[in-house]
Each structure stands twice: as C-alpha cells, then as structure tokens.
C-alpha cells in the first residue's frame, strides 16, 4: 500500500487525491478500483523477533528473511487503465523504494499477465490473497456449509453495494457461494489511521483462502476477478485467480 501511494503522488497527485482523500481513516473505506497479492518466495526463513511498525510502534511477531537474490512477485489486478498507467510508469522510473527500518525495495521488471475470459455464468476461483467478507456490525461471515445463507446474503450486499459505487449500477444477478476446498484465516494487519485511533498496533481480521465456485452474470463475475472480492481489496485481501 505504502509503494501504490507513493508512486500515485508523484505520477499523478491528483488521481492519488481522488482514490485516497485527506479524511483521516475513513479514507481507507472508500473502494478502489484494484486489487493485489504479493507471493514470496518459498525459500524463505521465518523468525520471531520485533518489528517496527513506525516510529512509536513496535510488536513481536513472525519476520520472513529471503535468500540472496531471490525476489517478491507483486501481482496486482485493475480495472481502472489511469491507475495500472501510473502504476507502470512510477516503478520503470523510481526502480528504488525505501521504506524505512532498513526495507528497501528494488524494482526488478513487469510482466502483463494475460487474464482469462469468463463466458459462463459459473467460475471456480481459487485465493491469491485472503477473502474478507463482513456483517453490518464489522464481524466476520464465513461460507462454512452450516452458515452459507447468512454468507451469500452479505456476499451479495457487499458487492451490489461496490459495483454501484464503480459503474453506477448494482449487481445484475445474485450471486450464489460455494465452497470447494476452503480454510478459515486470520491476518493481522495495520493502517497508520487505525493505530493512530485505537492506539492498538494492529487489527485482527478474520478470512478465507481456498478454492470455491461462484454463479451469477458473467459481467459481474469478470468484474469479481478483475477487482477482487470481499471487503479491503485496495488493502491486498480478495484477490483471485480463475482455476
């Protein structure tokens, strides 16, 4: 998050004013035209000490240390051609991003991956990030079978809701849920407006990962694949690929 606004505030301030307004947390409510995962790689080393949030916060959890040379796949998904446009450009001409405590950055290259066409109203998804989908009172709905008809209802509120905020109109059919091959998870995850209200370092957010089936109108279910699906897309969680 913290590379896609700085690339956005030298590309092109006023776009990144648009996606990200100045209105405290609140903000980091309003949708954004994308989605992104991040994959690391599998030789990686995982060790418990602290981290450094910011200046003033610090916890002790899991740190990942990656061998020498190997490199973070940064895969993000929009449906807004303004936003993947900077997006590009910022990274061919900054290749370095600090970050601060000692994280840098180093761009490596781009590569468009060619997306697939959904034809049918029915798609089997598989996670490339956590799902997060949520009642009206922020508490976690998973698509576990004792529980599918409360999930698809919020499912669908939650994206009548976004597809009206993006295109000006809702969704064009109910979408129906069904879980092949799912797994509760947890993610902590922090906002520099969520500590700054809560003084806590973190928030946790209850998802799902795995592989599940989705019918509906085949517009809408290409947008699900090109936006994400479920709540914080534009904080790295829903996005999916077609399996």
């Known amino acids: 998050m913290a590379l896609i606004k700085e690339i956005l505030s030298k590309q092109s301030p006023e776009y990144k004013k648009i996606l990200y307004p100045d209105q405290g947390f609140s903000h980091s409510k309003k949708v954004k035209p994308f989605t992104f995962g991040i994959l690391m790689p599998p030789q990686r080393k995982s060790v418990k000490e602290k981290i450094f ?41 900054e290749k370095t991003f600090n970050f601060g405590n000692g994280i840098t950055l180093e761009y490596n290259r781009t590569s468009l991956i060619r997306e697939k066409k959904i034809d049918h109203d029915e798609v089997i998804f598989k996670t490339i990030s956590p799902i997060l989908i949520e009642d009206e009172q922020e508490k976690p709905v998973l698509p576990f079978k004792n529980n599918l008809e409360s999930f698809n209802f919020h499912l669908n509120a939650i994206h009548d809701r976004i597809f009206k905020d993006i295109r000006k109109k809702g969704l064009s059919r109910l979408l129906k849920f ?63 690929d077609v399996v």
Do not use: W
């Open 53 to 93: 949030i910011d200046e003033k916060t610090a916890v002790e959890d899991i740190v990942f240390y990656f061998p020498h040379n190997s490199y973070i796949s940064f895969l993000i998904s929009s449906i807004d051609y303004e936003f993947i446009i900077n997006l590009y450009n910022g990274l061919i001409e």
């Open 178 to 240: 069904e879980p092949l091959q799912i797994k509760k998870s947890v993610v902590k995850h922090t906002l520099s407006g969520f500590r700054q209200q809560t003084g806590k370092p973190y928030m946790m957010l209850t998802c799902f990962e795995g592989c599940f089936r989705v019918t509906g109108d085949k517009e809408d279910l290409s947008l699900l694949y090109q936006m994400g699906i479920g709540l914080r897309t534009g904080q790295g969680f829903g996005m999916v």
